[in-house]
């Protein structure tokens, strides 16, 4: 053997003692294990590290398979020692013709290429995979979770059954291999007669859950089923219940969310197991109030709705100082109070900020946490790029929902970005497909950009699945002033609102005042104004029911008369201005009275300042409302130069003025003989 080379000496002695073949059978048994594994033991409800330990068992064992081999042998009598090698036997085997020599390494080559391929592959995606699981959205199990019933038959036990309905969705949103319908979308189907094959169809998902709750004393039942939404087939159902604790209540909505993914054969991340499992507090008064307030948060941006929303939450701390997700909410519900000038003081934008604090310090990784302090840094401070990066934290820890994509839509929009924002739109809208508040945006921001088909579509999608949206009412009727100049059509979208007794004069009056105006119609816009009980007052501009009847007088040329509502909401506006010297819109109102009143320094004076203030760069909408009412009081003191300027500026970007608005409306008589206007309203 002298004369043949080591490397074949080893050879020949790997396949005298069945090396090769050892190799070829666990490589390819392994592969088919760890295929196995990844796909079956997720659907038995069991964590992710079972399939890790199975992946490192056979990893491990590889070598060590390979050794015993080497080492032993199966013979008739049993297992033994593997004896030496006789020297001409070695010589034999190395002699053999590469046909019979090479196609045991061959196959042992394969089967440990396969083997290797499935491990590698297996720890590739996983330190690869997002914790949202799937990186294509249409892979995920879809599932509606419809209104609990009341099984009490007391009405006391609705919002804890309403509120258990709002948990379970949060905790299967969690779940980045479920698709889940949000709140909004399903709340329509509380009293439905629908069957769930309709349900399932009308929301695009595969499975519908539902559930009841019975209360009596201080113990819970709750029943829960899971139903095919095409074969109308229940493919899992169970009863929980005992006493009335939080640790209960979690722990059954843990277990749900487990079973429901297991018969969904989706798969439950260990990291998503664990939040899912936690308990953010042990007090059931601090639960129910969160509950209630999370309920009132849901419902609207009304003042009232904002108020008791913050109540709860303020209860849910008291009662435990360690509750994360209550601290958050009154984060969130603070900085809405601000938004929507309800609150505007100082100290509410640092309550807002230590809530948000306090909610991560006590929960780093608490989605909601991220939530408040996205709209901490957008709602107070204006701080796009700090917020949207909160939004970036949220999504890596928990799949989108229509809520996220609105929030990273509506920070867009006030960005400048309105074509980005509008697709952040969409997609929310397609993420929840019933929601109206996701259609309306969509319909507002299709809007902005003057694509007014779109827009309407959008908003009648809105108003279908909520009739009594005044919004949308409003915007349509918008909408249809600046897509062709109609008034006529405009009113009827407002008037078929107040027939349906859903309008709210004090904010959306503005709307029809505006639309009397443009059609040249001062009598009616006297007595919309007459009508107002307040001042308009909202994000965009404040107005005083004087100075819009200053606007009337003076269209129907009643010089005094206008002179004396102007000065009235100059002193009113005076006044506010003292106040708050800070806020841009008393300075843009307090310009147009002065206009109003032939007040030219003075007019100039308080718009530039108001442009100031809150100038596009810092925020787009609401700054380009001060360019527009700079522009404005510009044309009413003969400042025409700037004042065409400006309206070229505003038909330059998305916003709400078109040209089809600016030919009829008698607001710009004044700019009509310069040129420049003329060929700036051409067709």
């Known amino acids: 053997m002298s004369d043949t080379p080591a490397y074949q000496r080893l050879f020949a002695d790997m396949k005298r003692r069945r ?50 081999a080497w080492a032993f042998e199966r013979t008739p009598t049993g297992v033994r020692r593997t004896g030496e090698a006789d020297t001409r036997e070695l010589e034999d085997i190395a002699a053999q013709p590469a046909g019979k020599r090479w196609p045991a390494g061959l196959m042992a080559l394969g089967g440990t290429a396969l083997f290797l391929a499935a491990a590698a592959g297996w720890f590739t995606g996983r330190q690869t995979a997002p914790r949202t699981a799937d990186a294509d ?109 939080v640790g209960n209540i979690f722990d059954t909505q843990a277990e749900i969310a487990r079973q429901i993914t297991a018969a969904l054969e989706a798969r439950l991340r260990p990291e998503e197991q664990a939040d899912i499992a936690r308990r953010p507090t042990e007090d059931v008064e601090a639960y129910e109030a969160y509950l209630r307030g999370f309920s009132f948060w849901q419902s609207g941006y009304s003042e009232s709705n904002l108020r008791s929303a913050g109540g709860m939450a303020a209860l849910a701390v008291e009662r435990d100082s360690t509750f994360a997700e209550a601290w958050a ?59 949207l ?6 999504l890596e820890l928990q799949p989108t929902t229509a809520e996220i994509e609105g929030l990273r839509a509506a920070i867009l929009r006030r960005k ?41 579509e959008w908003l009648i999608r809105g108003l279908n699945l909520k009739p ?74 404040y107005m005083p029911p004087s100075l819009a009847r200053g606007f009337a007088w003076r269209l129907k040329d009643d010089l005094g008369r206008a002179a004396a509502a102007f000065d009235s909401a100059r002193i009113e506006l005076e006044d506010a201005v ?41 925020e787009a909408w609401r700054g380009n409302w001060r360019v527009f009412q700079l522009a404005r009081i510009e044309a009413m003191v003969g400042e025409t130069d700037a004042a065409i300027e400006n309206l070229q500026y505003l038909l330059s970007i998305p916003f709400d003025l078109t040209v089809a608005e600016l030919r009829i409306d008698p607001a710009w008589d004044s700019l009509r003989s310069d040129p420049r206007f003329e060929t700036l309203v051409e067709p």
């Open 468 to 541: 009594d949206a005044v919004v949308a009412y409003t915007y349509l009727a918008a909408n249809r002033l600046r897509a062709d100049g109609d008034t006529a059509g405009a009113r009827d979208w407002l008037e078929q609102a107040r027939t349906a007794g859903i309008y709210v004069a004090e904010q959306d009056m503005f709307t029809l005042i505006d639309v009397a105006l443009a059609a040249n119609q001062p009598d009616r816009a006297i007595a919309e104004s007459e009508l107002l009980t307040g001042p308009i007052d909202n994000q965009f501009f």
């Open 19 to 68: 090396v090769f073949r050892v190799m070829a059978v666990y490589g390819a048994v392994s592969f088919a294990v760890i295929e196995a594994a990844d796909v079956i033991l997720p659907r038995m409800s069991l964590p992710d590290w079972t399939v890790t330990f199975v992946v490192w068992l056979l990893v491990l064992g590889f070598p060590l398979t390979i050794v015993l």
């Open 578 to 618: 003292k106040a708050n010297p800070a806020e841009p819109r008393l300075r843009s109102a307090l310009g147009l009275a002065h206009a109003g009143l032939g007040h030219k320094l003075d007019a100039l004076r308080e718009g530039r300042e108001g442009m100031r203030l809150m100038p596009p760069e810092k």
């Open 137 to 245: 959205p249409d892979t995920r199990r879809s599932i509606a979770v419809l209104p609990f019933h009341n099984l009490s038959g007391d009405n006391e036990a609705q919002p804890l059954t309403d509120g258990l309905h709002d948990d379970l969705l949060t905790q299967l949103s969690k779940i980045g291999s479920l698709k889940v319908i949000s709140r909004t979308s399903v709340l329509e189907y509380r009293d439905t007669d629908k069957n769930v094959r309709e349900i399932a169809r009308e929301l695009g998902v595969e499975s519908v859950l539902e559930g009841g709750v019975q209360l009596a004393g201080e113990q819970f039942r709750l029943n829960v089923q899971l139903i095919d939404g095409g074969t109308d087939e229940h493919l899992w159902a169970e009863q929980y219940g005992g006493e009335l604790t």
């Open 416 to 456: 400048g970005d309105t074509e980005a924002a509008l697709e952040h739109f969409k997609r929310g809208a397609m993420v929840d497909p019933r929601n109206y508040t996701s259609m309306t945006e969509v319909g507002e921001t299709a809007y902005l950009l003057r694509r007014h088909d779109e827009a309407q």
């Open 329 to 387: 909410l009154k984060s969130l519900i603070s900085g809405e109070l601000f938004w929507f000038y309800y609150d505007r003081s100082d100290s509410i934008r640092e309550v807002a900020l230590e809530e948000a604090r306090r909610a991560l310090e006590l929960e780093p990784d608490l989605a909601l946490g991220h939530q408040a302090m996205a709209a901490y840094h957008y709602r107070f401070h204006l701080d796009y790029d700090r917020a």
């Open 389 to 394: 990066e909160s939004v970036d934290r949220i």
